[in-house]
């Protein structure tokens, strides 16, 4: 009896980590933090099907990846990104977006990218 006792809590105390370690180190907590902190991430999954999400001096972005042909290869040729909340884009100059655009040039460098309202008539 006593070692199905003891068996019972070191699963738990495992069970315990495992969480602990799985909540440390997900994405939605690192762009959290990244936003709090007035950082640049980008968190993006290699599937192409699925958007990204992006945080810039305390603003998230969200963007939707569009595969194509590029120089008889299939890429990434477009993405379109938009903001999470209109309100936080307070502050944002010029150079901020195109800061955001070199960064995103760095990892999709065939994709055109296409800012969604209110962004676009910003630029």
């Given at each position: 009896?006593?070692?199905?006792?003891?068996?019972?809590?070191?699963?738990?105390?495992?069970?315990?980590?495992?969480?602990?370690?799985?909540?440390?180190?997900?994405?939605?907590?690192?762009?959290?933090?990244?936003?709090?902190?007035?950082?640049?991430?980008?968190?993006?999954?290699?599937?192409?099907?699925?958007n990204f999400l992006l945080t810039y001096q305390g603003v998230v972005f969200a963007g939707e990846k569009y595969m194509g042909t590029a120089d008889n290869t299939f890429d990434?040729?477009?993405?379109?990104?938009?903001?999470?909340?209109?309100?936080?884009?307070?502050?944002?100059?010029?150079?901020?977006?195109?800061?955001?655009?070199?960064?995103?040039?760095?990892?999709?460098?065939?994709?055109?990218?296409?800012?969604?309202?209110?962004?676009?008539?910003?630029?």
């Amino acid at each position: 009896m006593v070692w199905l006792v003891r068996f019972v809590l070191l699963f738990f105390i495992f069970f315990f980590f495992y969480f602990a370690l799985k909540f440390l180190f997900t994405s939605k907590r690192k762009l959290e933090a990244a936003r709090k902190q007035k950082r640049f991430l980008l968190l993006d999954n290699e599937d192409v099907r699925k958007n990204f999400l992006l945080t810039y001096q305390g603003v998230v972005f969200a963007g939707e990846k569009y595969m194509g042909t590029a120089d008889n290869t299939f890429d990434v040729v477009s993405i379109s990104i938009w903001p999470e909340n209109s309100i936080s884009l307070k502050g944002l100059i010029k150079d901020d977006f195109i800061y955001m655009d070199k960064k995103i040039l760095e990892r999709y460098p065939h994709a055109k990218i296409n800012w969604k309202s209110p962004v676009k008539e910003f630029l």
